[in-house]
């Protein structure tokens, strides 16, 4: 079965840039997985920030960004801010299903 | 503005069938643009993709659940179901419904999950 790979976890600065990214244990990542990815903090229901690779959901600040960097998927937060410090999840499509990744925990400090 | 509720009992006993219902609000669940899915999250572990529906009927499942998961619609009452057969304590989780967007393969709408736990 398909696996999608991303970092346990991952630190960042307060106003400092992380890219996350989304890659898979077979193969590349391409913009045809129509990569997603969501926000979950403890608790709380995921958030969508981005799908297809780099359509912000409504609402979500241009701080964040999708992108396709190599064989992965990327997200990318600039001039992190406390409040940002959460789960991240990317999702894969497959053609008749879709994978999560295992998430990131992000940490701002 | 869409709303999506899971609703469903909170306590299930091992070999039963656990079942939810997610109710739609603010707009139509036979709307082409959209897909309805089921996801969970046991205790302290990652998201998990269970399966989604189309309005039309068309199912897809995870395949590691397929055998045990039936996903329908009601149209007329604007709520979409889960059915998961022979749980275990494994199944005790987090379960949330999402609305899927067609074109961008992606969820935008979410519940607020309901816990199910899974003991005799």
């Known amino acids: 079965q398909t696996v999608v790979t991303q970092e346990p976890s991952f630190s960042v600065s307060p106003g400092g840039t992380v890219t996350l990214t989304c890659g898979l244990s077979?193969?590349?990542?391409?913009?045809?997985?129509?990569p997603s990815w969501y926000q979950q903090t403890p608790g709380q229901a995921p958030r969508t920030l981005i799908y297809?690779?780099?359509t912000r959901s409504s609402g979500v600040p241009d701080r964040f960004s999708g992108s396709i960097l190599g064989n992965k998927a990327a997200l990318t937060i600039t001039g992190a801010q406390a409040d940002d410090e959460s789960d991240y999840y990317c999702?894969?499509?497959?053609?008749?299903?879709?994978?999560f990744g295992g998430g990131t925990k992000l940490t701002v400090l | 503005q869409v709303q999506l509720q899971e609703s469903g009992p909170g306590l299930v006993k091992p070999s039963q069938t656990l079942s939810l219902t997610c109710t739609v609000s603010?707009?139509?669940?036979?709307?082409?643009?959209?897909?309805w899915s089921w996801i969970r999250q046991p205790p302290g572990k990652g998201l998990e993709w269970i399966g989604y529906?189309?309005?039309?009927?068309?199912?897809y499942y995870n395949p590691s659940l397929k055998s045990r998961v039936t996903i329908s619609v009601d149209t007329s009452k604007n709520q979409f179901s889960l059915k998961l057969s022979s749980v275990t304590a494994a199944d005790t989780a987090v379960y949330y419904c999402?609305?899927?967007?067609?074109?961008?393969?992606?969820?935008?709408?979410w519940g607020q999950g309901t816990t199910v736990t899974v003991s005799s």
């Open positions: 999402a609305r899927g967007v067609l074109r961008f393969h992606g969820m935008d709408v």
């Open positions: 999702v894969l499509y497959m053609g008749s299903g879709m994978v």
């Open positions: 077979s193969g590349s990542v391409s913009t045809s997985y129509y």
């Open positions: 603010g707009g139509s669940i036979s709307s082409g643009d959209y897909y």
């Open positions: 529906i189309y309005y039309s009927g068309s199912t």
């Open positions: 297809s690779t780099n």
